[in-house]
């Protein structure tokens, strides 16, 4: 079963740092870009960021950069995003999500997120 | 950076009711967008990419159209199972992608 499956989130002072994972399992992960996709409490979805196949270079939104890092382990089959200098605005829950490229595209498979709270 | 705007941010309509979803871009993106459909609590399901293309299992019921900078999602027949929130999506480059902020649609 193609499946991706996010942990770490938790209750964080501001400030603070956090790693979420994702763990992937069911497809050849090395081979797909993957993303991180909030959704702060109520509000609509944000993309986070992107990170390419071989996990040379990572893309993000304005709001988060120079203060997440997303990386990945292709060994581990696993993503991951280093949060730091964390802000009440970054509470919510987080989804990682395999990007199709080329002529399809879309987010095509999605954990079940993980919960950020932000907050003193 | 690209804007997306869905309109309307909710509607109310029936079982059996044909809906129709809108999605605009701030400038031209092509074919390059996807719609999801989110239930509460839940993640985002994809439902259609590249504008138009109906992703592997989803009931054809649904449908996309346009290209450029207009689009819209089609439900021909609601169903009770269709009442969420449903998203576009820009996927130009990879590098960055934007989402509309969603139209609510509710009984």
């Known amino acids: 079963e193609v499946q991706l499956v996010e942990s770490g989130g938790g209750l964080v002072q501001p400030g603070g740092s956090l790693r979420l994972s994702c763990a992937a399992s069911?497809?050849?992960?090395?081979?797909?870009?993957v993303t991180w996709v909030r959704q702060a409490p109520g509000k609509g979805l944000e993309w986070v960021a992107n990170?390419?196949?071989?996990?040379?270079?990572?893309y993000y939104v304005d709001s988060v950069k120079g203060r997440f890092t997303i990386s990945r382990d292709n060994a581990k089959n696993s993503l991951y995003l280093q949060m730091n200098s964390l802000r009440a605005e970054d509470t919510g829950v987080y989804f990682c999500?395999?990007?199709?490229?080329?002529?399809?595209?879309?987010?095509?498979?999605w954990g079940q997120g993980t919960t950020v709270t932000v907050s003193s | 950076d690209i804007q997306m705007t869905q309109s309307p941010s909710s509607l109310s309509a029936s079982v059996g009711d044909r809906v129709t979803l809108t999605c605009r871009a701030s400038?031209?993106?092509?074919?390059?967008l996807a719609w999801y459909q989110q239930k509460p609590g839940k993640a985002p399901k994809l439902l259609i990419y590249?504008?138009?293309s109906l992703e592997s299992g989803v009931p054809s019921r649904f449908s996309g159209s346009g290209s450029g900078t207009e689009f819209t999602l089609t439900i021909s027949s609601l169903q009770p199972d269709d009442f969420a929130t449903y998203y576009c999506?820009?996927?130009?480059?990879?590098?960055?992608?934007?989402f509309g902020g969603g139209t609510k649609v509710e009984i």
């Open positions: 400038q031209s993106i092509g074919s390059w």
């Open positions: 069911g497809f050849t992960f090395r081979t797909y870009w």
């Open positions: 990170i390419k196949q071989d996990g040379s270079e990572g």
């Open positions: 999506q820009q996927y130009l480059t990879y590098f960055t992608l934007t």
């Open positions: 590249k504008a138009s």
């Open positions: 999500a395999r990007l199709r490229v080329g002529t399809l595209g879309g987010l095509d498979v």
